[in-house]
């Protein structure tokens, strides 16, 4: 399973827009970049998933480079609900997902 | 309908018994997965389910785990002679045929005893 790097943690405030970083140097052709968010007591969800360039849905935009070895979640103007944990993975279509840690975002008033 | 739905919530047992965890998928999807989750950790993935079939058993830690899924719908996951270190939050997730969104459900908080 091709493994990604985030950051443990990231502070924001409210209003602000967040933006976090995924590495993922041994990406391979077949695999989609996934972001979940999941909130305490609850499981993870879905946020959005892109291959290549730039996605945008109602709630975040993923931005990933040409080379594919990172991306980058973009959370506009988030708000304390956003606070949550949030994971990068990869998905090679097998359906074998590796989530990792995540990134604790903490946003505050 | 109802999202993904697992039974029972909370389970604490003594350490040897066996316990089965139920995970009962949004109707028509035809994927299942298992994970477990320790405290501050992301999900760990355990195994999955392509209707009846296990596609992929690889996460699971030892012969003491084990899955099934005999009708398509609704999986136990199994864990026999159960240990300490067994105690997590186990996860069931689903997804259908279309889309590659997993839904996840609430989890069983499993404490041995």
């Known amino acids: 399973l091709a493994k990604t790097t985030q950051p443990i943690s990231m502070d924001s405030y409210e209003g602000q827009e967040v933006n976090i970083t995924c590495s993922h140097n041994?990406?391979?052709?077949?695999?989609?970049i996934t972001w979940y968010q999941q909130f305490p007591s609850q499981g993870p969800r879905f946020i959005i998933q892109?291959?290549?360039t730039k996605v945008t849905n109602e709630v975040a935009s993923l931005f990933i480079p040409a080379d594919r070895k990172s991306s980058t979640l973009s959370l506009p103007r988030v708000s304390l609900s956003d606070t949550a944990v949030y994971y990068c993975l990869l998905d090679d279509n097998f359906n074998k997902f590796y989530f990792g840690s995540g990134t604790k975002l903490n946003v505050k008033p | 309908g109802a999202g993904v739905s697992q039974s029972p919530r909370y389970k604490v047992t003594k350490r040897g018994q066996d316990v089965a965890l139920r995970c009962d998928p949004i109707s028509g999807h035809v994927s299942l997965y298992w994970y477990r989750q320790a405290l501050g950790q992301g999900p760990e993935f355990l195994t999955y389910f392509n209707y009846e079939a296990q596609q992929d058993k690889s996460g699971l830690p030892n012969d003491r785990f084990s899955a099934e899924r005999p009708e398509g719908s609704i999986s136990t996951l199994t864990i026999q002679r159960t240990e300490q270190r067994d105690s997590a939050m186990y996860r069931c997730?689903?997804?259908?045929?279309?889309?590659?969104?997993?839904?996840f459900g609430p989890g069983t908080r499993l404490t041995v005893t």
């Open positions: 041994n990406i391979a052709t077949n695999d989609y």
């Open positions: 892109g291959y290549k």
């Open positions: 997730a689903s997804s259908s045929e279309t889309t590659y969104e997993q839904y």
